[in-house]
């Protein structure tokens, strides 16, 4: 399978602990994106690199989150000190930059599920 | 800022029905616009895409969506529902100006349902 992978699929945490997600995009693809998405509601921009440059943080990140993509590959989300508030789908996407940034063409992974008890 | 509001999170339609899921974007200048559909836990996969070429733009699985300027709107639409349509339907803005890096602005989502 050659698509965007996410792992965990499901993470359920206690108020408090830190969680870590991770992103495998599409081997190709230069920029990778982090969104998050809560129940009924459509997918929020976070953050996005571009190989291993983050570009572009949203104010939804807090303090309490950050993300890498030390080699330009991989890239990881790690919440610390997690709250409630924290519940949600976090999607990951990647592109091209010569053909997805203008054109939106977004690849999608499945998503890293989020429960904080 | 500018946003996109689809109108109606739930959409129930008979098979072999019409279509039509609405959205509307806000901008002085037109964006980029895009439908985005998430099967049940599964990743959005882009349906089709409107980057200031044709106005009328045709899609996978038989959908198609109208750019408006005038209305400001691009719904959705497909001529007769399938089954496998049942999904969760994002319409999402690339706003002007365009490079902003792939920071799409998502609708809240239409939840489509299909009767038998």
């Known amino acids: 399978d050659t698509g965007v992978s996410q792992d965990p699929r499901h993470k359920i945490t206690k108020r408090g602990q830190n969680v870590t997600f991770r992103c495998d995009p599409i081997s190709e693809h230069n920029r990778l994106y982090w969104y998050r998405q809560t129940l009924g509601q459509g997918p929020e921009f976070l953050t996005y690199f571009q190989n291993e440059a983050q570009l572009e943080k949203s104010r939804l990140l807090s303090d309490r989150f950050s993300a890498e993509r030390p080699k330009g590959s991989f890239s990881t989300l790690e919440i610390q000190r997690t709250e409630q508030g924290d519940s949600a789908m976090y999607l990951c996407a990647s592109s091209l930059i010569t053909t997805g940034w203008l054109s939106g063409e977004l690849f999608f992974g499945e998503g890293s599920r989020l429960t904080v008890l | ?116």
């Open chain 2, 1 to 116: 800022a500018q946003s996109v509001t689809q109108l109606g999170s739930h959409v129930s339609v008979s098979e072999g029905a019409l279509v039509l899921l609405r959205c509307n974007y806000s901008s002085s200048v037109p964006p980029y616009l895009f439908w985005y559909v998430q099967y049940p836990n599964q990743g959005l996969q882009l349906l089709l895409k409107y980057t200031s070429a044709a106005t009328l733009v045709k899609g996978i699985n038989g959908f198609e969506a109208e750019f408006k300027k005038s209305e400001t709107s691009f719904h959705l639409t497909k001529p007769s529902a399938h089954m496998s349509d049942a999904a969760e339907y994002f319409c999402a803005v690339n706003p002007f100006p365009y490079n902003q890096g792939g920071k799409l602005i998502f609708g809240q989502g239409t939840e489509l349902s299909v009767k038998p």
